[in-house]
């Protein structure tokens, strides 16, 4: 929930071109069936993007990967690899990252450090990879 007492949720995803109010009513079948209670559902506000995958994600898609800590420079910091979870997981990695501007120690935080590296095939993946959303909506629906 956020300060207006709206729910922010995420996780709902598409084929190329059909993001925005296209998932209106995907997103409203679906927190339907997770909460029956809920009744009409509506939107302040819906959008859609990509998402940053993490090779061990690509890799094993039933066990989910786990996003990433990095260093920019000496003051900049930076968290990739969210897996399609970033709604959930920004909240809380961008509380745990802001410890470190605090003066905690990088080992004291939640997730290690690593540097980024450039993904090999990143260019074939990027166009192929909507098309495994018909296996990661199968593992979503075993979750619910």
Not at 100 to 128: A, D, H, K, M, N
Request: aromatic share 12%.
């Amino acid at each position: 929930w956020d300060a207006r007492n709206r729910l922010v949720t995420g996780g709902a995803a598409m084929f190329p071109g059909a993001g925005g109010g296209n998932l209106k009513p995907y997103l409203a079948d679906r927190l339907r069936k997770l909460w029956p209670q809920i009744g009409d559902v509506e939107f302040d506000y819906v959008w859609s993007g990509y998402v940053g995958m993490t090779p061990d994600n690509l890799l094993k898609p039933q066990v989910a990967g786990f996003p990433r800590f990095h260093r920019l420079g000496p003051n900049g910091y930076a968290w990739a690899g969210c897996n399609g979870r970033a709604v959930a997981l920004s909240i809380s990695l961008g509380r745990e990252l802001a410890k470190i501007t605090q003066g905690v120690p990088e080992s004291e935080l939640g997730l290690p450090f690593s540097e980024p590296t450039p993904q090999p095939f990143q260019p074939i993946l990027r166009r192929i990879a909507p098309f495994a959303l018909p296996l990661y909506r199968r593992l979503d629906a075993q979750e619910i």
